[in-house]
């Protein structure tokens, strides 16, 4: 019979200390997700007063920054942080892409149209070339095809001119 | 490996701050590319790149480095040999030819959204598009 008792005043009791601490967990909610805010890819949860942290965080700072930012607030009485941390990869380096054999092809036409003996071909990414120039003329026109992106600028059919 | 023969090309492009730097090695050919911060910096590259591989001959190597003070609203300078460039309604040789600019005139950029072809103006505010490799950014 005495157990009894207890247990009914168990609830009782702990209603009557949400009551008299005075804040709500819907208060409290409100009040942490907008400090929250501050901390990207971080949401909380409110129960009977006691705040879970879940999402996801680049390092322990933040995770920590998390926990003390919302610690503090009126009516939280503990914080479980079930933030994970996942630290940023560098940004992976873009490979070197190789421009296509049509937009070569249609680039090169402009490229060369002002070296007359110059004649080009492009075939696999491949620009190939004949034709004699000075060594000026010759590396703006490099220039200007290594620009293009192509796989290789063949130049064993080019004699430059003394 | 061409990484090993233009070493001196790579650690200097590393050192004299070219962005994005990008080098690697694609079917025997060494592809180096990124953005130099100017104009010297980019010419530096090419005259090490001659004395590796003197005039350019081998076709070991695509050099692709532009520059990064060429940007929208900035003033270039038409390095053609001697001749006039032409100034074409669009990107392309096969554009019509809307103008003229004048060997060693200063011009504006106005977009480069084509690598090749940049939209320039000229003082009289003749707008069309002309051959990025005789345009040099004004430093």
Redesign the interface.
């Known amino acids: 019979m005495k157990l009894t008792k207890v247990f009914a005043i168990v609830p009782i009791l702990a209603m009557s200390l949400l009551v008299s601490c005075g804040v709500k967990d819907a208060d409290i909610q409100a009040k942490v997700t907008e400090t929250l805010k501050a901390v990207p890819g971080v949401s909380a949860e409110v129960k009977d007063g006691v705040l879970t942290l879940s999402g996801n965080v680049p390092d322990d700072a933040a995770k920590t920054a998390a926990e003390t930012a919302v610690k503090a607030e009126k009516g939280v009485k503990s914080v479980v942080n079930n933030i994970t941390v996942t630290p940023a990869t560098p940004a992976a ?4 892409t ?1 421009s296509p054999d049509e937009v070569l092809t ?2 090169v ?3 060369t ?1 002002d070296y007359p003996g110059v004649t080009a071909a492009v075939k696999d990414g491949v620009i190939s070339l004949k034709g004699t120039l000075t ?1 000026d003329k ?3 026109l ?3 095809l ?11 059919g ?1 004699s ?1 001119a003394k | 490996m061409l990484q090993e023969k233009y070493k001196e090309l790579i650690d200097s492009a590393q050192s004299s701050g070219v962005a994005q730097l ?1 080098v ?1 090695e ?2 025997n ?1 060494l ?1 180096i ?1 990124g953005e130099a911060p100017s104009g010297a910096v980019k010419d530096q590259l ?1 005259d090490i790149y ?1 004395k590796i591989d003197p ?5 070991d190597l ?3 480095v ?1 520059v990064a003070t060429a940007v929208e609203g900035s003033k270039v300078k038409v390095v053609t040999d001697s001749s006039n460039l032409n100034i074409r309604k669009g990107p ?2 096969d554009q019509p030819i809307v103008g003229k600019a004048a060997h060693d005139e200063v011009i504006t950029l106005v977009n480069k959204s084509n ?3 940049w939209l320039v103006r000229t003082n009289d505010g003749e707008e069309g598009y002309s ?3 005789y345009l040099q950014p004004v430093e």
């Open positions: 380096a873009a490979p070197i190789i249609k680039a036409v402009d490229a149209k060594v010759w590396k703006r490099k220039m200007s290594d620009a293009l992106s192509p796989k290789k600028v063949d130049a064993s080019i430059i | 990008q690697q694609i079917d050919v592809h590319e090419w001659n005039n350019f001959l081998t076709g695509v050099l692709n532009n392309g040789t690598d090749q072809w051959y990025a490799q």
